[in-house]
């Protein structure tokens, strides 16, 4: 347990745990920084293809599950605002009360002058108020703080992803559509193949083999068009959910086709350890571990004795006697009382210590988990990485291919004319310049989705909420008109990790001081969400 000194914070205070970070990418040398930070915010603008900026900024205006995590961190900034307010006489009231009652006649009959119908009445104000001498209220505050954060933090995962699918299935659409012009070319150069062998066959200069083969091979070229429009079909129709929109009205943003993107020569990946102010869920995974810190000093509060003052201050009046209920507000009949209480636990001292446990495996889990998202990440870069380079070798040796292979078709065709080969080398040159350009725009595929599955991976994207607000104008409307919300629902994202929380000093739980990591929290109080909240923090011991 943590020493206790007045005015003091039970429990532990939070540092960055420890984490494992590689000090370079394996097999991967990171871009210039100038260049890294021209596409930090906006990588996808690399590919300069406008209808893909069009349906990210659409996805970031429209998309439900965006906006669900943006009026996430709305109901975290009341949460907060509840954790503040305790810091404040946690009841406060006030209260009126009119009794009458009618007396027994013979009991009247024994007091000259008393009424037999009575009437009280007392009105006032009360409040009691627990001293937060051990730091429990101000643990909630930092719980709730770390929360607040944790929330912006899984905003913006949702955002990185949101941006990562968007253009993932913006790719596969135009990669299905580049499949599918192949597969319309190859089957047009085949039924010219399919009419030469019949012209050949009806002038007896072949058997009817030739044009059966022919046949079969266009009718299993146009096979292939149907699953490829059938999959085109179904990638609009995801992206549609993904900005928020119904299925017929995605095509609008597909019209202008440019094809498929160039990738980028190089890409931007800075360093291992910048994944700490990158990732969002990294830094999701670091706030949860704060919130549940401070609670372990919230429930290690409840072991020491509670005070609580009370006071009451109001008037009370009567109809006994020369009394009435006019003069209640009299000064002679005000009715001020104050008291001070002790509550100290000792029968039930186990089930606090229990608690106290609890809740310090709860933030051990937090620690393990924030030092596993840090490995994972790492982990999809390096795959991500490793995509990009080898889809990026494959993909030139399939260019080869494909430029060899249309080569080797028209020569086949030619020499089937002059009758130099059998149809069997036109047939085997044909097939193999399908499969050679279909397998090298699926390449290409291969190597945008690794630059895109690279910068989800490094947690691009996030940025570009800066300065917007968190929930959409038609969310806005329709949360003011069910509930008060005073100017929370304008909030906007601002840049909130612009401090460096993975800089904090990091050591071994039990030796953290409240002297190491009070940079954290100070760049945690930074982040104010109402005026209100800003003097009572500042005036916080």
Do not use: H
Not at 20 to 41: I, L, N, S
């Amino acid at each position: 347990m943590a020493s206790v000194t007045a005015c003091s914070s039970v429990g532990p205070d939070f540092t960055t745990p420890a984490s494992k970070t590689e000090t370079e990418w394996v097999g991967y040398t990171p871009a210039t920084v100038e260049a890294d930070k021209q596409f930090e915010a906006a990588w996808w603008e690399q590919f300069n293809d406008p209808g893909l900026d069009a349906l990210i900024e659409a996805a970031r205006d429209n998309s439900p599950t965006l906006q669900a995590a943006g009026v996430r961190v709305v109901q975290s900034m009341a949460q907060y605002d509840i954790a503040v307010g305790q810091l404040f006489p946690q009841t406060q009231a006030a209260q009126g009360q009119l009794n009458y009652r009618r007396l027994d006649g013979d009991f009247v009959d024994l007091i000259p002058g008393l009424d037999r119908d009575i009437f009280t009445a007392n009105v006032g104000v009360g409040a009691s108020w627990e001293i937060d001498l051990w730091g429990k209220f101000r643990r909630q505050i930092e719980a709730g703080n770390a929360d607040f954060l944790s929330s912006v933090a899984s905003y913006d995962d949702a955002l990185v992803s949101l941006i990562a699918n968007v253009a993932e299935n913006y790719i596969t659409i135009r990669t299905l559509e580049e499949r599918i012009a192949v597969a319309e070319e190859n089957a047009l150069l085949q039924a010219e193949s399919f009419r030469i062998a019949r012209v050949r066959f009806e002038n007896g200069e072949t058997s009817e083999l030739d044009v059966r083969q022919a046949q079969v091979q266009l009718a299993r070229t146009r096979s292939q068009i149907p699953a490829f429009q059938e999959s085109l079909q179904q990638s609009k129709n995801t992206l549609a959910i993904l900005i928020g929109e119904t299925p017929g009205n995605v095509e609008p943003y597909l019209s202008n086709s440019l094809g498929l993107p160039q990738a980028p020569e190089e890409l931007f990946t800075g360093i291992p350890r910048d994944l700490l102010r990158r990732r969002p869920d990294i830094r999701e995974a670091e706030f949860t571990a704060a919130s549940q810190s401070a609670l372990i000093g919230a429930a290690e509060a409840n072991l020491y004795p509670a005070f609580t003052l009370s006071g009451m201050f109001g008037f009370a009046a009567s109809t006994i006697g020369p009394g009435s209920l006019g003069d209640i507000f009299q000064w002679d009949n005000s009715a001020p009382s104050a008291s001070a209480g002790l509550v100290f636990p000792i029968f039930n001292y186990g089930r606090i210590v229990n608690q106290v446990r609890v809740q310090d495996a709860e933030f051990q889990q937090a620690v393990l988990n924030y030092q596993n998202a840090v490995l994972n990440a790492q982990k999809e870069v390096e795959d991500a990485l490793a995509s990009y380079r080898y889809s990026n070798e494959q993909s030139v040796f399939l260019g080869e291919a494909t430029t060899a292979s249309k080569r080797s078709a028209d020569l086949s065709v030619l020499q089937y004319k002059a009758g130099a080969v059998d149809f069997t080398t036109v047939l085997t040159s044909a097939q193999s310049r399908l499969d050679a350009e279909d397998s090298f725009i699926v390449s290409q595929d291969n190597v945008l989705q690794a630059v895109i599955s690279t910068y989800r991976a490094l947690g691009g994207g996030w940025k570009v909420r800066s300065g917007q607000p968190f929930i959409s104008t038609e969310v806005r409307e329709a949360m003011s008109q069910r509930t008060s919300w005073d100017e929370k629902l304008d909030a906007q994202s601002e840049d909130f990790f612009a401090t460096e929380v993975s800089d904090v000093t990091v050591k071994p739980i039990e030796d953290q001081t409240p002297v190491e990591s009070e940079g954290f929290f100070e760049s945690l109080f930074d982040f104010r969400i109402s005026d209100r909240s800003v003097e009572l923090l500042q005036e916080t011991p």
